[in-house]
């Protein structure tokens, strides 16, 4: 991360105070797009947070970088295709060297203290969550939120880590109780669905 991109705010955290309700909407965004802005959109009405933060990743370690954009690159397409006053973007993660979901989530959990946090992620995501490093930790950390996906929905539902936390699922009526649960807690949201994605997107070029 050079001295001009973190000048220019791309690893500046957004404001926050006590009692925020925020949804962290981690990813790649390579290159962001109007689903991820859909999925904003209908997570933060029914789960009725008052923000919504993208964490840009530097990288996602089970995936090719080989195409991946520059991050400031990234943050900034991110932020002239937000037109929502209550999603903030930032890529943070670079400016401290974390890799991980997980390393990114326990530090903004201790950083954000008095806040409630929920993750978000894509349902397709569920479906190999549990590759991911330390997931047990994670779905410890803080609630999620899992949405549906064109085609993920059976398979993710089905998927070792949804069957594991069966138990801890609550129902999508009650998905705004879902910042104040104490984790693990998660809701599978159906609902407005977008065929998008990065990889379509990138495949086109």
Wanted: with cysteine; proline share 6%.
């Amino acid at each position: 991360m050079s001295k001009r991109e973190h000048i220019a705010g791309i690893t500046k955290l957004p404001i926050f105070a006590p009692n925020m309700r925020i949804g962290l909407f981690g990813g790649s965004f390579n290159p962001p797009h109007s689903g991820h802005r859909m999925v904003s959109r209908q997570v933060m009405k029914r789960l009725q947070l008052d923000a919504i933060w993208w964490l840009v990743t530097p990288g996602n370690p089970l995936k090719d970088h080989a195409d991946l954009l520059p991050l400031k690159q990234r943050v900034e397409q991110a932020r002239k295709l937000i037109t929502l006053p209550n999603v903030h973007i930032t890529g943070f993660e670079s400016a401290y060297g974390f890799n991980y979901t997980y390393q990114s989530l326990n530090f903004l959990k201790q950083r954000l203290k008095g806040c409630k946090l929920v993750w978000i992620m894509g349902a397709d995501n569920l479906s190999q969550f549990h590759q991911w490093e330390r997931h047990e930790e994670i779905a410890k950390l803080m609630p999620m939120v899992i949405y549906a996906r064109p085609g993920s929905n059976q398979h993710s539902l089905n998927s070792r880590t949804a069957t594991r936390l069966a138990k801890y699922r609550i129902d999508e009526h009650d998905a705004k109780l879902l910042p104040s649960m104490k984790a693990p807690a998660w809701v599978y949201l159906r609902g407005i669905m977008s065929g998008l994605s990065s990889s379509k997107i990138r495949a086109k070029k």
